[in-house]
């Protein structure tokens, strides 16, 4: 069972943020998690958390994709 991390509230910025399409998002998660399982090869159950989260953006990223396209 994973442990759920909750985001602390945003504050607003004087200059905003640029926004971001979900699409690019999942694109660079999936690039981030493939480097942290890397790094997780002594952590077993950290590297399998890593890749199933891979696996799924992987597959909603490819999906997104097939609908977008």
Do not use: K, W, Y
């Not at 909750?6 to 943020?17: G, I, L, N, S, T």
Request: charged share 25%; glycine share 4%.
């Amino acid at each position: 069972m994973s442990n759920v991390i909750p985001f602390p509230a945003r504050v607003p910025h004087a200059d905003p943020e640029p926004e971001i399409d979900l699409m690019t998002a999942v694109d660079v998660a999936i690039r981030d998690l493939r480097d942290l399982a890397q790094r997780l090869r002594g952590d077993s159950v950290g590297q399998e958390q890593a890749e199933e989260c891979l696996e799924m953006l992987a597959r909603a990223l490819a999906n997104a994709q097939a609908v977008a396209g």
